[in-house]
């Protein structure tokens, strides 16, 4: 299943809804379409959930066992870098990947462990105030919000 996704540094509405044109634009913001990096993005566009790059390194050697974890890993940050990819912190286990244009923000229940998909126009009013007030770009999506679900919340 492939995802539509734009990329930052793309063009305005730029989307990409294929591992091939995901790597053309990592050749044009200068980097390099390896193998692994085109593996590594077909798993990424087929997750459906958030993964942590053990979980990718293990998708990416059962498509192609010769490909390292710490290949894996290098080029989560690169690709990282070259803004194709985020990470997440969801609590306090392992960072957690996903495409950076279909990346969201998220709760987590204290409780519970529940992970809630914020979407974006949540954040937008305290981006705006925080930028305003403080000068400061917030990043909602680096990690989750700590509180308590309305399950939670109704036993308290």
């Known amino acids: 299943m492939s995802r539509p996704i734009a990329l930052p540094g793309a063009g305005p509405g730029a989307k990409v809804s294929s591992v091939d044109e995901a790597l053309a634009l990592v050749r044009a913001r200068g980097g390099r379409?390896?193998?692994p990096r085109r593996v590594i993005l077909d798993v990424l566009f087929s997750?459906?959930?958030h993964m942590t790059a053990e979980?990718?390194?293990e998708a990416?050697?059962?498509r192609a066992p010769e490909?390292?974890?710490s290949t894996v890993y290098r080029n989560l940050e690169d690709m990282q870098r070259l803004g194709v990819?985020?990470?997440t912190h969801l609590g306090h286990g392992p960072a957690t990947y996903q495409l950076a244009s279909?990346?969201?923000a998220h709760f987590l229940c204290e409780v519970c462990g529940a992970t809630i998909e914020a979407p974006d126009d949540v954040f937008a009013s305290l981006a705006r105030t925080v930028k305003a007030r403080l000068g400061f770009s917030i990043d909602p999506v680096h990690f989750a919000m700590l509180g308590r679900?309305?399950?939670c919340r109704a036993h308290e």
């Open 85 to 87: 990819v985020v990470h």
């Open 149 to 151: 679900c309305a399950a």
């Open 33 to 35: 379409a390896t193998a």
């Open 102 to 104: 279909v990346a969201h």
């Open 60 to 62: 990416v050697q059962v």
């Open 55 to 57: 979980e990718v390194a």
């Open 47 to 49: 997750a459906s959930w």
């Open 67 to 69: 490909v390292n974890i």
